[in-house]
């Protein structure tokens, strides 16, 4: 069942699938951008490990995030962050409680 939009909401969402990665990323809410760092970071070691190391850099392609949410991701802020996205579950939690273990303030 296809849905009708409009014409200016047909050219955007046509126009939404030619974005680069880092076009989409900056599309996305800050919201989204937290939730997909917190679930890349539980899945993907390599990034996890970036995180650890240079968070600046690692956050670098997710433009929408302002400089408060970078800085709660990289130091794990784990109530700031929930008090943006809601209660997070364990998998979700994994960089935040790994990286307050690092004790590295």
């Not at 126009?15 to 989409?24: I, M, N």
């Not at 939690?93 to 990286?99: F, G, M, V």
Request: charged share 30%; glycine share 6%; net charge neutral.
């Amino acid at each position: 069942m296809a849905t009708i939009l409009g014409p200016k909401k047909e050219k955007a969402m046509e126009a939404l699938g030619k974005l680069t990665k880092g076009e989409a990323r900056a599309a996305q809410s800050s919201k989204e951008a937290i939730l997909e760092i917190l679930a890349r970071a539980a899945d993907d070691s390599n990034f996890l490990a970036q995180l650890s190391d240079n968070p600046d850099k690692a956050l670098s392609e997710y433009y929408v995030l302002s400089w408060e949410e970078r800085a709660a991701l990289g130091s794990g802020d784990i109530k700031k962050i929930e008090s943006w996205v809601g209660k997070l579950d364990k998998r979700l939690a994994t960089w935040l409680w790994c990286r307050l273990s690092q004790e590295k303030w």
